[in-house]
């Protein structure tokens, strides 16, 4: 169990990688993003991606479930429910994600802060990116994210 | 068609309104986020949040598709694939979603900026928020989206 006091500055981590499925990017944006370059191949073609592209919020929800995957065996001594809230910022989606590109998701130890309202936390920000099988920076953000105190 | 040119600041506009469903809350924990507060009663029950909560990714996924909605009637000048990516910052998660809440979302101009490098383009700033019916703010973010300029 990784504790505030044991997160190091500079520790990165790969979460995991995670090839986009068609059939995956149509479901999500049917749902949350039904923009036609995300849905429909001829309009996709007409645009200057040429294909259809997954929607950003997808590309960002699969690093949660990378994360989540990650923590069954590296578990953090994070909420469990309850704890404050984390939060995210600078979130940029910077080249398409087309289907049967394979992202490599990290996360990296920026800073760690002490909490002086909430005593029992300590607050780790991140930076966190996904990277597609060209080497292409395609998405990235930093987080915040309250740790437990070991003591 | 919103260009630019037209946008106004202060302008405030309700996106939509979404009812959470526990079927698509676990539907979409169980791809994305499948921590035990979002899927599993009993764990629940046991957490500070006492029932089964909303994904934060969730709920910022039903924004983006309130705004999709929002945008069938109220056109913006905005890519529609190819311009500039947006961008979103400072997402905060402010309290939690149950299922049976419904969130209302809205946007507001902040900030209007003219793109040197881009002289096609304008960036419009905005703050985006979701609020439950009792009138509790449940998560904002600030956005900067690219809308076409009309000459």
């Known amino acids: 169990m990784r504790y505030f006091e044991t997160v190091e500055i500079g520790a990165k981590e790969v979460l995991g990688r995670h090839t986009f499925s068609r059939e995956e990017m149509l479901a999500f944006a049917r749902a949350y993003d039904p923009q036609p370059f995300h849905l429909d191949e001829e309009a996709a073609k007409r645009s200057p991606y040429g294909a259809i592209i997954a929607s950003g ?78 080497g292409e920076l395609v998405m990235d953000f930093e987080g915040a994210a309250f740790l437990k105190r070991r003591f």
């Not at 590296?74 to 404050?84: I, T």
């Not at 087309?98 to 607050?123: C, F, H, L, Q």
Request: proline share 6%.
């Open 57 to 134: 919020w997808h590309t960002v929800a699969v690093w949660m479930k990378c994360l989540m995957a990650h923590q069954q065996t590296h578990p953090d001594a994070s909420s469990g429910g309850g704890g404050p809230s984390p939060g995210f910022t600078n979130l940029r989606w910077l080249k398409p994600v087309y289907a049967g590109d394979t992202i490599t998701y990290t996360t990296e130890v920026k800073e760690k802060v002490e909490s002086r309202s909430k005593p029992k936390w300590g607050i780790v920000r991140t930076y966190n990116t996904g990277t597609n099988q060209h």
